[in-house]
């Protein structure tokens, strides 16, 4: 279970502040006016700094506490009362729960815009390092066709996946593969010897 932030308490203990305080509203406003959209501020603020789960504990007070805002009134009805309590928590729940879904998407667009920004800043990168080694003289050792990067010498290989960050393999060219079936001609015992 993991612990809550002293950011999370902050705003759970505001929750539970504002519940009881527009209860308060709605008691004093008697049940002639109606009150009960006071009771979203709680839920909204459940919604955007908890979970799902704190967004239907929180509607679910909210109807209990309209409905013991509201017990005992005189109504045409004894559902009414009941009625109206359960109006209170399905809108404070729908409405916590938007809210809830609205501040998940938002926090996934920010962490995709994020990791979009690192890519890009690696692909500048990059791109920085190939413009500037095409721009750059390379010098090859004719001898060995090792590639000189700064003071250090490294094979073409080395050169290509180090500096370029290419992946490579190994085949053999069609001359290569001319002059190796040409050499083992010549070798005496040779399947490949015309002699035999």
């Not at 990168?125 to 190939?130: K, N, P």
Request: aromatic residues 8%; proline residues 3%.
């Amino acid at each position: 279970m993991s612990t809550l932030t002293s950011r999370q308490v902050q705003m759970a203990g505001l929750s539970v502040g504002s519940l009881l305080a527009m209860a308060y509203v709605d008691y004093a406003t008697g049940f002639e006016v109606v009150f009960s959209a006071a009771y979203l501020l709680p839920v909204v603020l459940c919604a955007w700094h908890f979970g799902r789960g704190a967004v239907w504990a929180m509607a679910l007070a909210s109807g209990a506490a309209g409905w013991l805002v509201d017990w005992g009134h005189p109504y045409s009805h004894p559902l009414i009362e009941i009625g109206n309590a359960f109006m209170c928590f399905v809108v404070t729940l729908v409405v916590g729960l938007v809210l809830h879904a609205l501040r998940h998407t938002l926090r996934e667009r920010q962490q995709t815009n994020e990791r979009l920004q690192a890519a890009l800043e690696r692909v500048q990168q990059s791109t920085a390092e190939i413009l500037r080694l095409q721009n750059g003289l390379q010098v090859i050792c004719s001898w060995t066709n090792r590639v000189k990067v700064g003071e250090q010498w490294m094979s073409a290989e080395e050169f290509l996946t180090t500096q370029l960050h290419l992946k490579i393999s190994h085949g053999i060219s069609p001359e290569a593969s001319d002059t190796w079936l040409a050499a083992r001609r010549k070798l005496p015992g040779s399947e490949l010897d015309p002699g035999l």
